[in-house]
């Protein structure tokens, strides 16, 4: 079965600053995407950032970006320029890809992101 | 500009009442979703649907039923609620050919006493 881990519950970051965020995951399959999701306190899910696992380069959202290494099956958000509507919860998931479709996605527990003035 | 609406945003159960549920998009999407939230265990898929009159299990389903009788819309019904229900329960929707970019609602509180 997949699964997805994120070690960090919590991360705090100074404003314009640069912030990584951790998420390992576990699969035995060979397509599949990976996302990070963002749940600010309004509770409403945003989707921040995908990445597809056949593409070797590493999706970039504007100040976000991200290092996937398929290999050690880890997918790291980075967060540039930190700013205050930056905090929020966040979200990795993953989801398998087959028949030209992604299947439903599996989450991990998240990691709170408080950004400091 | 409605995207996913999820009705009650709040509701107070006693042990053993029923209750519904509401999700509505209006963006014609093909797929459908019920998640739970907890503390500490992320988000839980309960039901989803890829299709009007199509309902099927996530990984969570027991104490759920779900309908999705018309595109728009998917109900989520607790027949019997228990405290281990208490949960911030999210919709969301997609399109069959880019399922993997889901829209989300604002979520419904949900306490049992």
């Known amino acids: 079965a997949q699964t997805v881990t994120q070690s960090q519950p919590e991360m705090s970051v100074q404003e314009a600053e640069t912030v990584t965020l951790s998420c390992t995951y576990d699969t035995s399959e060979s397509d599949y995407y990976l996302f990070w999701y963002k749940q600010p306190p309004s509770r409403q899910m945003i989707l921040v950032i995908r990445?597809?696992?056949?593409?070797?380069q590493n999706a970039t959202e504007n100040r976000f970006s991200v290092n996937f290494q398929k290999a050690a099956k880890s997918f790291s958000l980075k967060i540039s320029d930190s700013q205050l509507g930056d905090a929020a919860m966040y979200f990795c998931a993953y989801a398998l890809y087959y028949g030209g479709a992604t299947n439903k996605l599996i989450f991990g527990t998240g990691t709170l992101l408080a950004v400091q003035p | 500009n409605a995207g996913v609406t999820q009705t009650p945003k709040f509701r107070v159960l006693k042990t053993g009442q029923s209750m519904t549920l509401l999700c509505a998009q209006d963006m014609n999407h093909e797929y459908m979703y019920w998640y739970r939230q907890d503390p500490g265990m992320g988000l839980r898929l309960i039901h989803y649907?890829?299709?009007?009159?199509?309902?099927a299990k996530g990984e969570v389903p027991d104490g759920y039923n779900v309908s999705r009788l018309k595109k728009q819309n998917f109900l989520l019904g607790l027949e019997s609620a228990a405290p281990s229900q208490t949960s911030v329960y999210f919709c969301a929707s997609s399109y069959r050919q880019d399922n993997e970019k889901l829209f989300f609602g604002s979520g419904t509180q949900l306490s049992v006493l």
């Open positions: 990445q597809e696992a056949y593409k070797q």
């Open positions: 649907s890829v299709g009007e009159g199509t309902t």
